[in-house]
C-alpha cells in the first residue's frame, strides 16, 4: 500500500547528501519507496518529488508533470519513476526560468537549466530508457537530479534578488 510520506524540509541533512545508486531495482523496499513517492508528490501537488525528499538516501525520482495550481502552465505526462537517473549529454543553451520545491515551501526561485538534455533511466520494472527532454520537463529532470547530488534550488540561484515569495510569483507571473 502507497503511503504519503512526510516532506524533508530545507536544512534538513538529507537534503544535502548525495543519495546512492540502486543496484536491485525490483526489492520489495525500493518498489515501496516508489509507491510512497508516488502518492507523496500526487498528494503535495508536485510536478516532481526525489527520495531524500521523503528521508531516504537513494537515486530515484518521480517524474509527473501535469497542470495545477502551482505550476498552471505544466505539460501533461503519466508520472513516471526514474531509477539510477543521468544526463548523458546537454545543449549549450541555458535558460533562466521560475522554480519551486516541495522541500521549500512558499518560495520560488529563478535557476538557469539547460534547455535541451538527453538522458538515460531505468524504470521501475527495470528496463533503461534514453530521452530527450526540452524546456519545463528538461527543468524538472535537473532539479531532482539535483537532489540526488545534495542540492536545492536555492543552490543554482546567481543571487538573492532571485529569490520570491510564492504568493509575490502568483501576483507577478500568472
Ligand atoms: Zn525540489
Given at each position: 500500500m502507497a503511503t504519503s510520506q512526510p516532506i524533508a524540509q530545507l536544512g534538513h541533512p538529507i537534503l544535502t547528501k548525495k543519495a546512492q545508486p540502486i543496484e536491485?531495482?525490483?526489492s520489495p523496499s525500493i518498489q515501496q519507496l516508489i509507491d510512497d513517492m508516488m502518492q507523496t508528490v500526487e498528494n503535495a501537488g508536485g510536478v516532481g518529488i526525489a527520495t531524500p525528499q521523503i528521508h531516504h538516501n537513494k537515486r530515484i525520482f518521480i517524474v509527473c508533470s501535469k497542470p495545477n495550481?502551482?505550476?498552471?502552465?505544466a505539460p501533461d505526462m503519466p508520472p513516471t519513476a526514474m531509477v539510477?537517473?543521468?544526463?548523458v549529454s546537454h545543449g549549450n543553451e541555458q535558460e533562466n526560468g521560475w522554480e519551486g520545491c516541495l522541500s521549500v515551501p512558499s518560495l520560488r526561485g529563478l535557476v538557469p537549466r539547460y534547455t535541451y538534455i538527453e538522458i538515460s533511466y531505468f524504470d521501475r520494472n527495470g528496463y533503461k530508457h534514453h530521452a530527450i527532454y526540452t524546456d519545463f520537463l528538461a527543468r524538472i529532470f535537473q532539479h531532482e537530479l539535483d537532489h540526488l547530488d545534495g542540492l536545492t534550488f536555492v543552490d543554482r540561484v546567481?543571487?538573492?534578488?532571485?529569490l520570491i515569495s510564492e504568493s509575490e510569483w502568483f501576483r507577478q507571473y500568472n
Open positions: 536491485d531495482i525490483s495550481a502551482r505550476y498552471p502552465n539510477n537517473p543521468e544526463i546567481a543571487s538573492t534578488d532571485d
